[in-house]
């Protein structure tokens, strides 16, 4: 077994992205609860973003939505973050709030609606030109609720043409990232519902096209892990919305609902050449970013404790003996192979990970030391007024 | 095979009723889109739901919603209802809305906000008095989101309490109906999840207590015609939400996702004495109302397709030879016996189901019959200014 | 709404490929209940299987699984078949029981075990040059039990290794066909675990390697004719296993529990060009067969049922009025469209079948035919001692 | 965070019975692998049973099913367990190897199949009187595989009249416990499916009749924790077969697919006053039972890895700060109470557990023990000839 002193150095330099929409309200469709203190304006999500950053050296970018983080001028956001120690990352377009996208988006039959659609990418090109950003994030609420409603076939081919006339304006150090989701908003056929159709349609585009893996957006009990190892295996990982689900898309804190999956997963990043320090060239292609929805709990520590989750469970990925477990596995030996991996599951990495924080200068117990630092009471007191920003 | 002719009669007087909140704007949490004509007032919708039963003659009456629904003076209300030809239905209890139900309504660690929620209930009592409505319907959107944030067991103890203090209001003609759903919006336990949670509850309380069966609230797989059946010999079964589904709880239009699944469920109905017309003493105590999300298609239209979906699957169920049946049930003839279902499944009822409109009054092609009304531009041109209502 | 005349012709031809394994025992893994008349030879499975097509017109080839169905003397048997009035057709390998196959067949750790599961395929393509056969469809039961049992990503190299020696000894008439499956009989991973997987590797093959879509290997929820679209858009569909399922890999009659999602697939089959007399040259490359498990019902009655069944539902995806559909479709009309597709399915072409059928001089109806002519009673008779075929 | 000193006393005694079957050849309806050392007697099986209890002191009881374990002299094979250092425990009935059973057993229509079924139930209690076991466990392979095949209705009927006809037969000390399962072998409905009915039908006949809940019988994404909670809060909880599933029912080690998952249902299980130890009168009715297929992995160290999973998650579930968790859930602190329990989970009890065994004299890795033992080694040598014990 091999011991945390051997992996601490693999632990350096982990990045997670935070989205900026995690700090406005959201919830669901019967209801989005209001809390105190929630931002009213992109500097302030930025600012709870760069918090927490402060309290666990792990979220060092935060992730834009546009339009809900449009701003006049880039280069002055782009200062702000920096003066948070904190930069701007992927770029998320929005196409599922329009009237216009009712029945589709870069899918839809008018093209004057595509255009549409094609056009606001271009103008989120345009922004990661000044924010630094080098992902485009492509998701997409195109489906439909009935059988009969769309042409399927139909839709698939507009959105090729459509991601190609995108695809032809991202930069040679940029990306563009096409995620992929089972179902909701449309509850009959999505137009990108599964790795497959992601992977075929960002194959036919090019080097700089990769998929993204949401890890709630799967049908019940699918092997994700599998599909880590695949598109790594594929050269098409381009990214992680990590959260967690029991049930569908329920964008709850990673980690929480099935901590043993976001091992296994974590494993065959690492496994699959896809988790940075381990990576031969110094970094790795694939982001790490969270996508989750807090509507019950509170949200900058909802973040922390996110970003804490994936940290301990990529110790204890790295942790694995994989000697041990290459030759348990070449013997038949099933149940010595599983223990290997349960092994590191099962080792407790929460004090070494504290002292690893304190020897960096940073709290050994984040969530505690966020909760004694008075940030929570001050915005409380300090945004009165304004709107609190949201999904909607 | 049983013919049209043979179960014409049994299609009297069925009854489906309409929610009022269907002609109200809905969607997901991602996007309600707007609709011109939509209703700005309870009026308004009532008008709306009448003129579906006036297209069909299978919608009488009307489910309130509050506090969506509430008015100043319900007797007026009724009238107004009643001189559009239809008349008030269930009262539904709304306990999801309100800031202080973020942690439960009924299930509430707290006895103010327990007691409040009692309060909710006892007010909608008071309003089906007023309204001569005879169900009470809850569904409680009391869950939790991580293991850990609620005690399961003290909750369940408070909602059986909570309940009681409903049910000792509920007078001899009234009844109270408990909704069960798999999930949604609590993502990690839900307090009334299945059947046998509502059946535990409502057998506690009495005799009108009864389970309320939503179509679109179940695991999937689950295999609804057999909760149908056993509610119904339990003696338990209250009432019916229709909708489909392909995932969760999208709320799509009865029978549009699996028509099949309706057939069954509605031939168990049939088969349990739960359809008046089959009833000994010329009616049933299972209410059948639709529940639904119309979300892209056309308000009053769907609602128009989704009673015409219950009826036409009805005829369908009732033309099942069922004594075909259990003469092949009990030969054990597997295909013999799926075949008599199927040959019923198949049989086309729709230039029937005209014929039969027509001679009772009604238009053969309903949809087509509104399509032509004029209604929808009318409603579309007067319905100017205010607020479209909707679920939030 | 087309009529019946207009697409009569387009059911011309139509074929479904029948498995010899329906003939003899199957079940589960509690039981494999044993039926009177079951073969004892794979002669007699083919005479089963013509018999199914003498009362049906639809099913004119056998598919074959070796070694199951492994003879001396195959020109012989194909000899047999042709007397029978039907051709053998696809070769099935197995690589599933064997004792050596434990933890794998062409993605095993041990390069002896992938060599022998290599050169059964290798065996299986010479059979195929003696039957004529032009498919080779591979089914890999390959996978693992536990997380850390075995290396996710060595076997998907493997596997990508193995097929490609298979691959390059397929001759240019023929085709290497590779079936995905969720999961079952490995319950943590299975290689080929979805469309993507079978996708990604047939492409890495090249032109004359295709995806198998078994309509029961999906997760729950699973859109399936979004599969058939997408590919039939990639050029990559080979065939269908048929079958229908209300869980897992229940391997039902198909259209027996869903019947609409069996007419959906349907639909995008033709929509797609992947059904026969559709297509400009007069064929198609997709092969339609049946693969399911009759435990408890009649087997040739089975096989009869399951044919008409996707004969039916073929004349009513032919049904369709396509320019209507589109015309809804383009105008945003969701009900309009969606009523299009149900127009079709709710059209009753039963009794156009059985004309269609005697017409050509098939009984009207093969069920009852099949019943009254004695040839189960003769199956039955004369079928005695010998060891009754099964799947183990 | 309470300590492990703290709960050390209350895993004494902690009890997990094993079944015979664990140690024969299992498998899928695919292929049963035979594995050298397997039993070829009961007494083998019990041998193999007493031998696991030895390694780890948690099973200190085995399961029978009837017939396979059918014996001529029950008092020889109470003796020959006893001085081998174990009990003979729950009887498990079975209705689902005879021919006559292919369309039900307690469910049948026909009175003589039901009569033989009910008899075989007799015979079980017989057999509990001379073993001395406490329970009849009753699970039903009951249920139909299409639409229309069976009545559901009559079918539930007759399993009420039939379990009353065996009820009356058990002793004040014994019980009679009804497993609920999903689905398999039955696709369509199943007779027993959820616990709902089981505990519907087990509240109609008596006190001593209870629930059994298998944790890999339930829908994909089922809360199984809130059962436990919900039928320890109805006072009918009467035993868990343990194992676990990422699929269906995979029959998998417990606590291997979903560890926290199991450690949820364990602290519910305490949560309610179902673990033994932590009951006021010194024990629980709950019995633990494991009921997993091993397919691939070896069957001694298969069972031992089980209850040693279940021992440490008991203990992690023990560890769980109750009062902390009380105040935080009080408290409407989300992430504090959730965190409690993670605490709780995350930490690492192995060592702990290790000396705990020393202690009392068993070995700290009852794993590697079992592996040195040469037991192994002694019943491949020894166990040769004869035919190995298979589920069929």
Chains 1, 2, 3, 4 share one sequence.
Not at 114 to 119: H, L, Q, S
Request: charged share 25%; glycine share 8%.
């Amino acid at each position: 077994m091999t011991d945390f002193a051997a992996i601490a150095a693999q632990l350096e330099g982990q990045a997670i992205e935070l989205p900026s929409w995690a700090f406005g309200n959201s919830g669901t469709r019967f209801k989005v609860f209001a809390t105190p203190g929630t931002p009213r304006s992109v500097e302030e999500k930025i600012a709870d973003a760069a918090t927490v950053h402060r309290f666990t050296g792990l979220a060092p970018t935060v992730a834009l939505h546009i339009p809900w983080d449009k701003v006049d001028d880039y280069p002055a956001l782009r200062r702000f973050a920096e003066e948070h120690g904190v930069r701007l990352g992927t770029i998320n377009s929005n196409t599922f709030q329009d009237d216009d996208y009712k029945f589709g988006a870069l899918t839809h039959v008018d093209p004057t609606i595509r255009r549409k659609a094609i056009d606001h990418h271009l103008e989120c090109i345009e922004i990661m030109d000044a924010t630094g950003s080098r992902d485009l994030k492509i998701w997409l609420a195109d489906g439909s609720n009935y059988p009969g409603q769309a042409d399927l076939r139909g839709r698939q081919d507009r959105l090729a043409e459509s991601l190609a006339a995108i695809y032809e304006r991202i930069s040679d150090d940029q990306r563009l990232v096409l995620e992929y989701k089972f179902f909701e908003p449309a509850f009959y056929h999505t137009d990108v519902p599964d790795w497959g159709t992601s992977y075929a349609q960002v194959a036919a585009l090019g080097d700089r096209a990769m998929v993204c893996l949401d890890t709630g957006h799967h049908a019940p009990g699918t092997n994700i892990e599998f599909i880590v190892m695949q598109l790594l295996r594929l050269g098409k990982l381009g990214s992680f919305d990590f959260n967690s689900r029991f049930y569908a898309d329920d964008d709850l804190i990673v980690g929480a609902a099935d901590p043993f999956q976001l091992f296994r997963i974590l494993f065959e990043v690492i496994r699959g050449g896809g988790y940075g320090p381990a990576n031969p060239d110094g970094h790795s292609e694939v982001a790490f970013m969270l996508d989750q929805c807090h509507n019950v709990e509170d949200k900058i520590p909802g973040q922390i404790r996110s970003v804490l989750n994936v940290q301990e469970m990529t110790a204890r990925a790295l942790l694995v003996d994989r000697a041990a477990l290459a030759a348990a596995q070449d013997a038949g030996d099933v149940l010595g192979a599983h223990q290997v991996l349960m092994d590191a599951f099962y080792t407790d990495v929460r004090a070494d990970l504290a002292g690893w924080r304190e020897e960096r200068g940073l709290p050994g117990d984040p969530m505690r030391a966020y909760a004694e630092s008075g940030y929570q009471a001050e915005i409380e007191a300090s945004r009165v007024g304004g709107n609190q920003l949201s999904w909607t």
